[in-house]
């Protein structure tokens, strides 16, 4: 996929960026689950970000003793972590 600048990741050209399975190394964010986020914040981060990263449902406990499901994301660089958390609309107004 071409980036903004009109150059290719050559990460995206090889099918490496993006991680199939959770890496120690990564930093990550718990979102809630809705309809379709997945694929939606998977499109937003591969148009607007650059390192690699990983994205999957995940299971937990929660304070109920219950479980509950969420989708896990994690990025290789932290400076990433942070600007999607503030950028990515799809976490808005929830």
Not at 20 to 39: G, T
């Amino acid at each position: 996929m071409l980036e903004k600048r009109g150059v290719v990741n050559p990460k995206n050209f090889f099918d490496i960026r993006k991680l199939e399975f959770e890496a120690p190394h990564l930093s990550y964010m718990d979102i809630p689950v809705s309809y379709n986020i997945e694929d939606a914040l998977s499109k937003w981060i591969d148009y607007n970000l650059k390192n690699r990263y990983y994205i999957g449902k995940s299971v937990a406990i929660n304070s109920s003793n219950r479980l509950d499901t969420h989708i896990r994301v994690g990025f290789e660089d932290p400076k990433e972590l942070s600007y999607f958390a503030l950028a990515c609309p799809h976490l808005k107004y929830k």
